[in-house]
C-alpha cells in the first residue's frame, strides 16, 4: 500500500477546509495510509520585502527537509510544475505504488510558495492550474486528487 505524506506549511483554521480535507482523508483510507503534517507559517509583516520573503521561506524549507522520511519521492506543489490530467495522476500513482519506493511526499508551501531550492530538489514539480488558489484550499484539491486517481484506477464511477 503508498503511503502518502503531505507536509503543508500553515494550519487548516476554517471549519469548511477541515470538513473537506477530513471527508476526503476517510475516503482515501482504503487506497493508502495518509499522513499530513501541518508546519507553522513564518511571521512576515503586511507589506513584506522580496529578501524577507526569501528567508522566511528558506526557514519553511528547513522545517519541511525536516520532516521528510528517507527515501521518499518528493513531488512539489508549484505553479512552475507540470500540469496534468487527472488520468495521468492515477497513472504516475500506479506507478509510483510499484516504485522503489512505496512513500510518496507532497509539499505544499505557504501564502509565498516554496523555497526555490526546496523546489529544484524536488523528484516532481506538479502545478495544479496556471491561476492562483489559497494554499489551504490547494490541499483540499490535492486530496480529491489523489482520492479521484485512485477511483480511476479502480474502474470507479467517481470518475465522469
Not at 513564518?42 to 522566511?56: M, N, R, V
Not at 521518499?72 to 495521468?88: D, F, K, N, Q, Y
Not at 530538489?121 to 483540499?140: G, I, K, Q, Y
Request: glycine share 6%; net charge positive; with cysteine.
Amino acid at each position: 500500500m503508498l503511503n502518502v505524506h503531505i507536509i503543508c506549511v500553515g494550519k487548516l483554521k476554517e471549519k469548511f477546509y477541515l470538513d473537506a480535507a477530513a471527508e476526503y482523508a476517510k475516503r482515501l483510507s482504503p487506497f493508502c495510509r495518509l499522513q499530513i503534517t501541518e508546519l507553522s507559517e513564518e511571521k512576515l509583516p503586511q507589506d513584506p520585502s522580496q529578501a524577507l520573503i526569501d528567508a522566511a521561506l528558506r526557514k519553511e524549507a528547513d522545517a519541511i527537509r525536516g520532516k521528510i522520511p528517507p527515501n521518499s519521492r518528493v513531488v512539489a506543489l508549484c505553479v512552475e510544475g507540470r500540469m496534468r490530467s487527472s488520468e495521468e495522476l492515477a497513472g504516475l500513482l500506479r506507478t509510483w505504488a510499484n516504485g522503489p519506493s512505496n512513500r510518496l511526499v507532497f509539499l505544499i508551501g505557504s501564502s509565498f510558495g516554496l523555497d526555490e531550492q526546496l523546489k529544484s530538489e524536488a523528484w516532481v514539480r506538479l502545478s495544479m492550474s496556471p491561476m492562483t488558489f489559497p494554499h489551504h484550499l490547494a490541499r483540499v484539491m490535492l486530496l480529491e486528487q489523489l482520492y479521484r486517481g485512485f477511483q480511476i484506477n479502480e474502474g470507479s464511477r467517481y470518475h465522469k
